[in-house]
């Protein structure tokens, strides 16, 4: 599937984290993609590609890694506690650093809302 926003390089840069974080159960809508967990059934990690970005919104708190962002305060998107945007292909590893430690979150303290 292809997000509407996304350009061809930044859907290119969504389907390599899907496909090296196929262990995790992922989901594609017109607009987004998302990554669930099993244990918790909640989304930890929520990703919305834009044609020469994807923001990549998660559980963790801004003071967590110098490289976050705070997340919005207003709005659909305020349920993600930060937020890292996803530039270019070398970005990739610290992306995957950060969804993975995102999951942590949710397995281990049980900090996660539920959403579609």
Known sequence: ???ESASPATQRML???REELASFESYEKKD???FKSDSTGRVFAFLNPRKQHI???LL???DEDPILRPGPSTGHYAKWA???YIEQEGQLPKARELILRSYERDSVRGRGRRHR
């Open 32 to 34: 987004h993609a998302a």
């Open 55 to 57: 923001r990549l919104f």
């Open 1 to 3: 599937m292809t997000i």
């Open 82 to 84: 930060s937020v890292y």
């Open 15 to 17: 389907d390599r984290i």
């Open 60 to 62: 963790l708190e801004r």
